[in-house]
């Protein structure tokens, strides 16, 4: 597990998907068609990494 990649979530306010990675997010925004993604800085939320809920793919 490397901590690195958990910097950075992205999370989808129109149905509550978060993901991991930029790949995912402009996956979910063409597949979907969702726009209200917001980005999460995670070092300034160090202890809510697992509580977020964060699925590594
Ligand atoms: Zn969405």
């Given at each position: 597990m490397n901590r690195?990649?958990?910097?950075?979530?992205?999370f989808c306010r129109e149905c509550g998907t978060s993901f991991v990675f930029r790949s995912?997010?402009?996956d979910h925004e063409e597949n979907e068609g969702h726009s209200k993604i917001s980005k999460y800085d995670?070092?300034?939320y160090t202890d809510m990494g697992v509580d977020i809920?964060?699925?590594?793919i």
């Open positions: 690195e990649d958990l910097k950075v979530i992205w995912d997010v402009e995670l070092s300034s809920g964060v699925e590594r």
